[in-house]
């Protein structure tokens, strides 16, 4: 049930689609996510408008991106958490060209009991299939 918060520069040919769906693949396979439950949002900023030490992506002709993950803590492991992160740059290099090194990925982890989604947190959800189980 994560959510991937996405703002992106890159030429006009990159389809949003399919970086959603890279997005959502690396998310289920790295991250163990089930992708039926991973919302994709994707801003496009154009590259006049986007700068790194004072100087746009137009000028450096560089694309760029930065995702924010939002995962229930404890999930993931250091070492999941360090694969997606290079997983997702090697991933949106392919899908958006020459990447500018200053791309980010946060993988932001907040407890079960303050996420949720469907009008339950995870932490109810966790506990009814506690209760379901026993």
């Known amino acids: 049930m994560p959510i991937l918060n996405v703002k992106l520069s890159a ?10 769906q890279t997005l959502t693949r690396l998310t289920q396979e790295i991250l163990r996510k089930d992708p ?12 006049e408008q986007w700068f790194i030490a004072g100087e746009s992506l137009a000028q450096a002709g560089l694309a760029s991106f930065w995702l924010d993950i939002v995962v229930v803590d404890g999930t993931n492991t250091k070492d999941e958490k360090a694969a997606y992160v290079a997983g997702v740059f090697a991933a949106m290099s ?13 993988v932001r982890e907040v407890k ?15 506990v009814e299939r506690k209760m379901k189980a026993a």
């Open 112 to 126: 079960a009991d303050a996420y949720g989604y469907g009008g339950l947190t995870q932490e109810q959800r966790y």
């Open 36 to 47: 039926n439950l991973t919302a994709v949002a994707i801003d496009v900023v154009p590259a």
């Open 94 to 106: 392919a899908l958006l060209g020459p990447l500018h090194p200053e791309s980010y990925v946060l």
């Open 11 to 20: 030429p006009a040919a990159t389809s949003v689609a399919q970086v959603a």
